[in-house]
């Protein structure tokens, strides 16, 4: 019995990391051993995490289990769209150009900023008052 061929990649947004697995198949996709249904609620991340596969033609294509930690939604379904990426990009080489092309190779490097001491927030100060 021939052992099916897994690609495994780690994605990253924000504070979020994905750990994505491609198991060739009927386009399932599983996040938190969840559908992507019930565990992506807002339309635009599903649009989003999909986004590699749809640019390469590969949403019926594969099988894809996904553990996604940490951050928000947003940071969540850009980390899963990252290891998507990493992942197709393992499984065949020759996607690297297309989906470099499209900015989904490259890890997003926006992250919050940090708050500094003697201040409200990382930009915001505290109100100045001279008298």
Request: a positive charge.
């Amino acid at each position: 019995m021939e052992k099916s061929t897994v690609y495994y990649a780690t994605g990253k947004r924000k504070n979020a990391i994905a750990r994505t697995w491609l198991t060739p198949g009927k386009g399932e996709i599983f996040v938190n051993e969840r559908p992507i249904d019930e565990y992506f609620t807002i339309e635009t991340s599903k649009i989003t995490l999909i986004q590699p596969l749809i640019l390469t033609e590969n949403l019926k294509t594969f099988d894809i289990k996904i553990k996604v930690k940490g951050g928000g939604i947003s940071g969540q379904a850009g980390a899963v769209r990252h290891g998507i990426t990493k992942a197709l990009i393992l499984s065949d080489p020759d996607l690297r150009g297309v989906l470099k092309k499209a900015g989904f190779v490259k890890r997003d490097p926006r992250v919050k900023e940090r708050k500094k001491y003697g201040q409200k927030g990382a930009r915001a100060r505290f109100q100045f008052s001279k008298r």
